[in-house]
């Protein structure tokens, strides 16, 4: 099973700060995926990247969001100007043969 | 519209008891089907998937799922409960093999499992 890694495990942030949420994918993939899961609800699909571009994305992922991989191995989600409602947990995933493995996650509190 | 029903919201069970969480899909054809547990706190770790041939699936710590096309459901069971199970449950599914394409999961909303001493 790949190994996924993302920090920070926890970040706290006032409305309107930038933050970058990262995820470090141990073994070479190409797909790579952005979920979140506000507290007490279901995961939501944000975004996919592949091939160095984005794939897809759900209505969530507004201008607000941008993904990129900088430097060929870290995943980085940024959130531009975070609202209350950005609170949530931010999860990274990969994708296998068919399945997908996802990391730890990231617990972000806006505030 | 396509979707991912998961009926029950939550489920008690008595530690040694049998469980079955059930799961239903609505897709035009089969998506791959997943089912993965959230711990508090933690991380969704992967119990099993189906993607094609037979339709009774093996996962880890002692779980299974049954594919029934004709039901579009994908129940997870297992014969009987630990403590340790306790944690919440998700079942996932994947258009992929529908559209040809890597997609991302949809989820359903999860069934949180309580097990009694």
């Known amino acids: 099973e790949p190994e996924v890694t993302q920090t920070p495990s926890h970040q706290v942030t006032q409305m309107g700060q930038e933050v970058i949420l990262r995820c470090v994918p141990i073994s070479n993939h190409l797909y790579f995926y952005w979920y979140r899961q506000i507290l007490g609800q279901k995961v939501e699909f944000l975004v996919s990247?592949?091939?160095?571009?984005?794939?897809?994305k759900s209505e969530i992922f507004d201008d607000q969001f941008s993904v990129e991989r900088p430097d060929g191995s870290n995943f980085t989600l940024k959130i531009r100007s975070t609202k209350l409602e950005d609170s949530a947990m931010y999860f990274c995933?990969?994708?296998?043969?068919?399945?997908?493995?996802f990391g730890p996650g990231t617990r972000l509190t806006v505030t | 519209a396509q979707s991912v029903t998961q009926p029950d919201i939550h489920i008690t069970v008595s530690e040694g008891a049998s469980l079955e969480l059930r799961c239903n899909y609505s897709y035009g054809a089969t998506p791959y089907l997943f089912w993965y547990v959230q711990s508090p706190g933690q991380g969704l770790q992967l119990l099993l998937k189906y993607f094609s041939g037979d339709t009774l699936v093996q996962g880890i710590k002692g779980f299974e799922a049954e594919f029934k096309r004709s039901q579009s459901s994908f129940n997870l069971r297992k014969p009987s409960v630990h403590w340790s199970d306790a944690a919440e449950y998700f079942c996932a599914v994947d258009p992929t093999s529908i559209s040809g394409s890597a997609r991302q999961l949809t989820f359903g909303s999860g069934t949180q499992l309580t097990v009694l001493p």
């Open positions: 990247f592949y091939n160095n571009e984005i794939s897809e």
């Open positions: 995933a990969v994708r296998g043969a068919v399945e997908q493995y």
